[in-house]
């Protein structure tokens, strides 16, 4: 079982919540937008979703 986070950066408003969240160092923040650079690494926790108030972060099951 594999997961896909994704982030819609038209909502993504930089706020680096993801990045500090991420028990696994997905995210990092490049533009003031946050990028899954390290997609492979997602336990699918969600906790990222959690915390993502406008909503931006997408986790999907493979
Ligand atoms: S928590 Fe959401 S809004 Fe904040 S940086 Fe991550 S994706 Fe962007
Ligand atoms: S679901 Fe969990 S492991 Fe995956 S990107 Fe979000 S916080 Fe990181």
Redesign the pocket.
Known sequence: MAFIPT?DED?????????DVCPTEV?E?EDE??VPVNAEECLGCES?IE????G??TVEET
């Not at 915390?51 to 406008?54: G, H, T």
């Open positions: 982030v909502k993504c408003e930089g706020c680096e919540e993801c990045v995210f923040l937008k946050a990222c915390v993502c108030e406008p931006a972060i």
